[in-house]
Nanobody
Framework: QVQLVESGGGLVQTGGSLRLSCVAS????????VGWYRQAPGKQRELVAT??????????DSVKGRFSIFTISRRNAESMVYLQMNSLKPEDTATYYC????????????WGQGTQVTVSS
């Protein structure tokens, strides 16, 4: 099992910045990919950014050059996943979710509870 807890959301003006944090605990040594996804009202959940254990990153076209995903491992069997969001736009408004994937015989996905980001125009 992997537990994910997000934080850092809030209200920000257009052009502003936010940093989202996700604490991953549990079977973190088995995680292959972590990422951020978002879901706006009335829309499907979409990929924002992912990073593999090897450090390879992938970004949605809509956030390239503005968002950055990175991880930091902590000593107490936890890992942090961050999403630095700059030059925010109203269309970035959504609930942002942290996701961890364990890819083996079974493909296991774990999700956090989400954190709300609202960008005012």
């Amino acid at each position: 099992q992997v537990q994910l807890v997000e934080s850092g959301g809030g209200l920000v003006q257009t052009g502003g910045s936010l940093r989202l944090s996700c604490v991953a605990s549990g079977r973190i040594s088995s995680i292959n990919v972590v990422g951020w996804y978002r879901q706006a009202p009335g829309k499907q959940r979409e990929l924002v950014a992912t990073i593999t254990t090897g450090g390879s990153t992938n970004y949605a076209d809509s956030v390239k050059g503005r968002f950055s995903i990175f991880t930091i491992s902590r000593r107490n069997a936890e890992s942090m996943v961050y999403l630095q969001m700059n030059s925010l736009k109203p269309e970035d408004t959504a609930t942002y979710y942290c996701k961890a994937e364990i890819i083996g015989y079974l493909h296991l996905d774990y999700w956090g509870q989400g954190t709300q980001v609202t960008v005012s125009s």
